[in-house]
């Protein structure tokens, strides 16, 4: 599901600002059926302080693909429903791998930052294997 009007990157694309009535005419429906989505929980609207629904740029982007998966494709709102969390699931799992891989890139640059400056360079901090467990007793030889 991506932003047809602005980049989803944008914060715009966040903002819950589009009354009901433009938010229904640019997802190509009829504002009532915004209103059983969001009692459905398909899509989640923000509230004015008047108490009017606000959508986002990317509350419209998903009803547009609501709409799709019910006409289209034939899938039951219960099942659009499973799509859209599962497909959000993915969404929250792919950014954490990408944070967490950015984390593991900063780690290994730190560890070759600390290599260098390391007293034996060359040499791992941290042993990680170990090359002998044979225990040397040295004893003077008796003078006879």
Do not use: C
Not at 45 to 70: H, N
Not at 117 to 130: I, Q, S
């Amino acid at each position: 599901m991506s932003g047809d009007f602005i980049g989803t990157d944008d914060p715009a694309y966040e903002a819950k600002v589009l009354m009901i009535s433009v938010a229904a005419r640019m997802a190509g429906m009829h504002p009532q059926t915004l209103r059983q989505y969001d009692r459905l929980g398909l899509v989640q609207a923000g509230r004015a302080a008047g108490g009017g629904r606000r959508y986002s740029v990317r509350d419209v982007v998903l009803l547009r693909e609501v709409q799709r998966l019910s006409q289209d494709e034939g899938v039951n709102l219960a099942g659009v429903k499973r799509i859209i969390g599962l497909e959000r699931l993915l969404e929250e799992a792919q950014q954490r791998i990408s944070r967490l891989e950015a984390e593991l890139d900063a780690a290994y640059r730190r560890v070759a930052e600390l290599e260098s400056l390391a007293r034996f360079p060359g040499r791992d901090l941290v042993p990680t294997t170990r090359t002998s467990t044979a225990l040397v007793v040295w004893r003077p030889r008796r003078d006879r």
